[in-house]
């Protein structure tokens, strides 16, 4: 199983600031890995799919970059709405879908 | 707009079963895969099962294999997944959510599963 090691576990910031969410794969995973956003009472939401491609509707200052074992998903300045929790989710095939533990974005 | 609405969670005791439904809206439903993702309490995030935009392939995690089952009907624009013989493991909030490829682009808000005595 490949596991998925996000750091770090807690990210306090204020708005306007520039988020860096880290995600550790124990094994190449290719560029396959995708970034969500899950709010407290809402359905989680995807954000960026095979490393770096943003999902429809997503705003273009939320960004993922990296491939192999390390990914990064960027916030380049923080809305109030931005706040949640993000988890990482790799896809290297059928039979090993993961997620990360999450990272949790609060207001400093 | 795609929604997805989870239930049939509830109370169930060890070793007995419980059937989840997903029904689905806003898209065509028999174009695409579908899984089933849940969360124990203070976990994270596990993949459950999916199935293939024509129920034809189906995959499972290790853990629930040989216990659940995921099926769909189109006709009904809904998902389902058969829960039997449930541990104290299982107790989880489950959600469903629409297939990206192995990606998962829309998601419910989930059903409560508790597995108790």
């Known amino acids: 199983e490949i596991v998925l090691t996000q750091s770090p576990a807690t990210l306090s910031l204020s708005p306007g600031e520039r988020a860096t969410l880290s995600c550790r794969a124990s094994?190449?995973?290719?560029?396959?890995l995708a970034w969500y956003q899950h709010k407290p009472g809402q359905a989680p939401r995807l954000l960026i799919y095979d490393a770096s491609n943003r999902a429809t509707g997503i705003p273009a200052r939320f960004s993922g970059s990296g491939s192999g074992t390390d990914f990064t998903l960027t916030i380049s300045s923080l809305e109030p709405e931005d706040f949640a929790l993000y988890f990482c989710?790799?896809?290297?095939?059928?039979?090993?879908?993961?997620f990360g533990q999450g990272t949790r974005l609060e207001i400093k | 707009q795609v929604q997805l609405v989870e239930s049939g969670g509830g109370v169930v005791q060890p070793g007995r079963s419980l059937r989840l439904s997903c029904t689905t809206s806003g898209f065509t439903f028999s174009d695409y895969g579908m899984h089933w993702v849940r969360q124990a309490p203070g976990k994270g995030l596990e993949w459950v099962a999916v199935?293939?935009?024509?129920?034809?392939?189906?995959y499972y995690v290790d853990s629930v294999k040989g216990r659940f089952t995921v099926s769909r009907d189109s006709s009904k624009n809904t998902l389902y997944l058969q829960m039997n013989s449930l541990r104290a493991e299982d107790a989880a909030v489950y959600y469903c959510?629409?297939?990206?490829?192995?990606?998962?682009?829309?998601w419910g808000l989930g059903t409560l599963v508790t597995v108790s005595s």
């Open positions: 199935i293939s935009y024509d129920g034809s392939n189906k």
């Open positions: 989710q790799q896809r290297r095939n059928w039979l090993s879908i993961t």
């Open positions: 959510a629409r297939a990206l490829g192995h990606y998962l682009d829309y």
């Open positions: 094994q190449s995973v290719d560029n396959y």
